[in-house]
């Protein structure tokens, strides 16, 4: 695949590499790294911050890509790169999907048949809340109402979050602006899912 895509160059160190025994230095992104999925998964920000800025520091590129389906990582790491003065352009790139919608993610392999019908919903909901935008309404909480109704008629559904924030500080905002994130989490099954969608 690599050769196919004319890649010169394969970094792929070991984890011993790139965690030496005795190392306990972290990167903590306070606050933005605290929100959205940083809430319900404590701790893991940090996990994410300090590898990638080994790599950063390892690497020194010019470029990076992270997927736009993980928008409050792409923000806890925009965040770092300020604040740590690192010389990289973060790009985020657009989210892909299955034929059917569902976002792709290693986890999808986890769910049934059946949980894969259910987690279409949240492609549905964030679909639906678009076009609630497009349609000229801009009310946060009106919206994050609409779009739990859609959630909660699943059956099988456990809503961690659904939230309208400004992409980079990740705090919630009263009115879906340009620039404003529609993201959601939720478990189908045991499987946890994430989406969003920018505010055009």
Do not use: W
């Not at 497009?134 to 456990?158: C, D, I, P, Y």
């Amino acid at each position: 695949m690599l050769e196919a895509e004319r890649v010169d160059v394969l970094f792929a160190p070991e984890a011993a590499e790139m965690y030496p025994n005795g190392s306990v230095t972290t990167v903590v992104v306070s606050e933005v790294g605290d929100r959205l999925d940083g809430a319900s998964r404590p701790g893991h920000f940090t996990g994410v911050a300090t590898i990638v800025a080994k790599l950063f520091h390892v690497v020194g590129p010019a470029r990076a890509y992270f997927g736009q389906k993980d928008a409050a990582q792409l923000a806890v790491l925009r965040q770092m790169v300020r604040d740590l003065n690192f010389d990289v352009e973060l790009v985020g790139c657009a989210i892909v999907r299955d034929k059917d919608g569902l976002a792709l993610s290693s986890r999808n392999k986890y769910l049934s048949a059946i949980e894969r019908e259910q987690a279409l919903v949240l492609h549905r909901t964030l679909l639906r809340l678009e076009q609630m935008i497009a349609e000229g309404e801009r009310q946060s909480l009106t919206l994050a109402r609409k779009g739990m109704e859609t959630l909660n008629a699943v059956a099988g559904m456990r809503v961690d979050y659904l939230a309208i924030v400004d992409a980079d500080t990740l705090l919630p905002t009263t009115s879906a602006e340009t620039g404003m994130l529609v993201a959601v989490a939720a478990y189908v099954g045991s499987t946890r899912l994430i989406d969003n969608f920018m505010v055009a």
